[in-house]
């Protein structure tokens, strides 16, 4: 997979609603009513991450959950990050 421009991260980061794109990868967090809802949320992470084969970086705390997409193999940001990152926003279920 290839790696993106800056240009073309910030163009399409401006359809994915509550990302960020900085340190080479593209960020997001989520504040969940309990630790098991954010752990529910992060299975149902988990089971799409297996699926495409790429997996985040996240950081649980209680109810938080931190996450950055980058694709190691390509030195950064891909399409393949945009892909999961916008299958999170379904689990999660982002409201505009």
């Known amino acids: 997979m290839k790696k993106l421009t800056d ?9 994915l609603q509550d990302w960020d794109y900085y340190e080479n990868g ?3 967090d ?3 009513d309990n630790f098991k ?6 299975n149902r ?11 985040p970086e996240w950081k649980n705390t209680y109810n938080k959950l931190d996450i950055k997409l980058t ?9 393949l990050d945009f892909k999961l990152a916008t299958i999170i926003n379904q ?5 505009e």
């Open 30 to 32: 989520f504040e969940f």
């Open 91 to 95: 689990i999660v279920e982002v409201e």
């Open 37 to 42: 809802d954010c752990m529910s949320a992060m």
């Open 45 to 55: 992470i988990a089971f799409e991450c297996e699926a495409l084969n790429h997996h």
């Open 26 to 28: 593209l960020h997001t």
């Open 71 to 79: 694709t190691h193999d390509a030195g950064g940001v891909t399409l």
């Open 7 to 15: 240009l073309e991260i910030e163009k399409k980061i401006e359809s």
